[in-house]
């Protein structure tokens, strides 16, 4: 089971704050650093001193880590255009060494587009299928050869399809719980797909529906990571997990219910349940960026524990 730190820096967090946790994830031993790629914070929080970009932030980390993986759950794709956003992601992936997974959504958060004068299509999974046709079109292309695409909400002519990317194939990320478009969109394009903050039953079917979309695409099942992204309040004791739950102000028992929470012993045995439904990659919502003995704590008794 490979674990991830996931943070949410909208909520707070400048880029200081997020390399130091990216140093920390890599000398603990977590397997890769991701980021939400959102401007405004959500719930209660001020979000200050204010958001930070994700491919401007995981650029920076690209030169400061050496090991660890880099990548967004998700990038929104109403915030770029496909044709620059394939350019910026095979720069910070040579930027790492090759390090870069590319994970993006149709983008949802339509508060956070009204404040920064985004504009918030319709009709944005539609998009969302010819973005991601356009980014690992532009990455296939072979060099020296063009690449053209004729679709309803963009279109791109004779395109040089440079830059490449450092990685022969840059592993792609396709997320959610939509039945039917979703698990098709994930067969047709994803390395990995990613389910975010759902009950292991719900997770279980949906993987089940992937793993059927796989099937009649002509891919096996197994060809595709399946993971989870899951908030983490662990504490060596009772009194240490309320303390991390007051923190980021969520209960105990809603975060046993829905997340990773508890002493490291019951996050073990909780992981393993999504283990058992197919789950081989779990991302750890750190929400207190804070608190590294609390990522401390997960890697010396919860991830020694999975392997």
Not at 58 to 77: F, K, N, P, V
Not at 163 to 191: E, I, M, N, S, Y
Not at 273 to 302: K, T
């Amino acid at each position: 089971m490979d674990l991830r730190v996931f943070t949410e820096p909208q909520q707070g967090a400048d880029y200081d704050t997020l390399l130091r946790v990216a140093k920390a994830t890599e000398e603990l031993g977590f397997d890769a650093f991701f980021r939400s790629d959102h401007y405004l914070a959500m719930g209660d929080g001020d979000g200050l001193p204010g958001p930070t970009d994700a491919w401007v932030t995981l650029a920076g980390l690209a030169r400061e880590t050496s090991r660890i993986r880099l990548g967004t759950l998700m990038t929104a794709g109403t915030f770029r255009l496909p044709g620059p956003l394939a350019i910026q992601v095979a720069q910070v992936d040579a930027m790492s060494g090759g390090r870069i997974e590319f994970g993006l959504g149709s983008g949802w958060f339509e508060e956070e587009h009204t404040a920064y004068g985004i504009p918030f299509p319709g009709d944005k999974f539609a998009r969302l299928e010819e973005q991601l046709a356009i980014v690992t079109g532009l990455w296939q292309t072979p060099a020296g050869e063009k690449f053209s695409f004729d679709g309803k909400h963009y279109r791109l002519a004779d395109s040089p399809a440079l830059p490449k990317p450092a990685q022969p194939k840059v592993p792609v990320l396709v997320g959610g719980l939509g039945p039917v478009r979703t698990p098709r969109l994930a067969a047709r394009f994803a390395d990995e797909f990613n389910i975010p903050f759902a009950s292991i039953g719900d997770s279980e079917r949906q993987f089940g529906r992937v793993r059927d979309a796989m099937a009649e695409a002509g891919r096996k099942a197994d060809d595709l990571v399946y993971s989870n992204a899951l908030v983490a309040c662990v504490g060596k004791d009772d009194a240490e997990v309320a303390r991390r739950a007051r923190t980021i102000g969520r209960e105990v028992a809603e975060l046993k219910e829905n997340g990773l929470a508890g002493s490291p012993a019951e996050v073990v045995d909780k992981i393993g349940r999504f283990q058992d439904i197919g789950a081989s990659r779990i991302y750890l919502q750190i929400l207190d960026l804070h608190d590294l003995d609390h990522l401390e704590l997960i890697a010396a008794q919860v991830q020694a524990e999975l392997g």
